[in-house]
């Protein structure tokens, strides 16, 4: 029989039943691509919140399809461990969120002695850290679910048609000084999220490459590099601009690096290390070599404040350090307190906003994830997405790069394993 999209097929061996097994056609791939896309690699958002509710309509229609087969996803076993993690990582943003519903920004202003720059604090809602745990938990699935239907390839081209569509109109409204929401924002979000869903755009086109088995002249990756870079400079954005030359640095080094790129130990290193830089921001942008190198950019030799941000990060450490502040809420605390928008660093953010918890089962999710796929995969075919990801940590020394688009991207690692995944 055919419901929506599927086909159901029920095997039976000498009268019984034996598995009932699904061919997922590629028009169901294209809705939940979308919905996969536009729930958790950008905020539509105009302002009112009307965004959010899309998202939020679009996500329960995407777990209403694929929450019914977690029976069927989880009898493969490579998953098992991977969605221990999602599922308690996910608990973590619902708890941390609900635990400051009723967050006193009152006393914590005075324990600090703040000044109090916004007018009044906006909390965001306690449902927040249950939409993002319901988007993480559904977009995990729907790839684990992809995986074992042997559907990656298409699931990869289409996601690629749809984020180059998106792309497409995001940048002609951006050639025509078009700008729907404010003077700072674009179709599908801010500088940072434009530019970053460029690097997605070029990663899945690497990876889709290297997974039909097709060679890509190595002077691609340069001018894929060059494109970022205007595209970077355009919008005004350095940091992505300094991510556009890590990436060709980084494909020129791939020997060296895409078996790295799939070590723990290696990724957890180098977390650390990014993660702890903020501690020795003052001296490092007091180096020569970096003072030239701002100089000539033109750029704020503070880097736009970072320097007095990461001044006051660790005292707000140890107020909430186990469940944060909430999901949403180190936007309205920060900007409270001291007029930042968020912490301007990876794992900080993270740990103001969810607590120490929900970092150390979001760092485990990836672990396990990098260690199925060393088993499973192909170094070489996951180098574009591992390579990925491997950027979005090294800038998240300096960005709040671990985000919900982080996690999906973790989860498109799933997307090279080559074991038996059917039973």
């Known amino acids: 029989m055919v419901f929506g999209e599927c086909d159901f097929i029920t095997i039976y061996l000498e009268g019984k039943k034996v598995v009932t097994e699904i061919n997922m056609r590629n028009r169901l791939i294209y809705i939940f691509c979308i919905i996969i896309f536009l729930t958790s690699f950008v905020y539509i958002d105009d302002g009112t919140g009307i965004g959010r509710r899309i998202q939020l309509i679009l996500i329960l229609f995407l777990a209403f399809y694929i929450l019914p087969h977690y029976g069927y996803i989880s009898k493969i076993k490579i998953f098992s461990k991977i969605n221990r993690y999602v599922f308690i990582y996910a608990s973590c943003l619902v708890i941390s969120s609900f635990v400051n519903r009723d967050l006193d920004i009152i006393s914590i202003s005075r324990i600090y002695g703040s000044t109090e720059i916004a007018d009044e604090f906006l909390a965001s809602s306690w449902f927040l850290g249950a939409y993002y745990a319901v988007s993480i938990v559904c977009s995990v699935l729907f790839i684990e679910y992809v995986v074992i239907k042997k559907k990656t390839l298409s699931f990869c081209e289409i996601f690629q048609k749809i984020l180059l569509a998106f792309l497409f109109v995001n940048d002609l409204l951006a050639l025509l000084n078009v700008h729907l929401f404010s003077q700072e924002s674009y179709l599908l979000g801010n500088k940072f999220t434009v530019s970053y869903l460029h690097f997605y755009a070029f990663s899945l086109f690497f990876f889709i490459k290297r997974m039909r088995n097709e060679t890509v002249k190595t002077s691609l990756y340069l001018y894929a590099s060059i494109v970022l870079m205007l595209i970077f400079l355009s919008v005004s954005c350095i940091t992505a601009f300094v991510g ?6 980084f494909y020129n080094n791939e020997k060296v690096l895409r078996d790295r790129l799939l070590s723990g130990r290696f990724i957890v290193n180098t977390i650390v290390i990014s993660s702890s830089l903020f501690l020795f ?21 503070t880097l736009t404040s970072r320097v007095i941000l990461y ?11 186990f469940w944060g502040f909430g999901s949403g809420n180190t936007h309205a605390v920060l900007n409270y307190l001291y007029g930042f928008p968020n912490a301007q660093n990876a794992v900080v953010e993270v740990v103001l906003s969810n607590g120490v918890v929900t970092l150390f089962f979001l760092i485990l999710f990836l672990l396990s994830v990098l260690k199925i796929c060393k088993k499973y995969s192909n170094a070489s075919v996951v180098f574009p997405i591992s390579n990925l990801i491997f950027i979005f940590i090294i800038l998240g020394c300096v960005e709040t790069t671990f985000n919900e688009r982080f996690v999906s991207t973790i989860a498109f690692l799933l997307l090279c394993i080559k074991a038996k995944v059917n039973g």
Do not use: Q, Y
């Open 244 to 249: 556009s030359v890590l990436f060709v640095s």
């Open 281 to 301: 921001f003052s001296w490092i942008l007091n180096l020569e070599p970096i003072v030239a190198l701002l100089n000539m950019l033109g750029r704020d030799p």
């Open 311 to 321: 001044k006051v990060l660790l005292p707000l450490l140890i107020i909430h350090p």
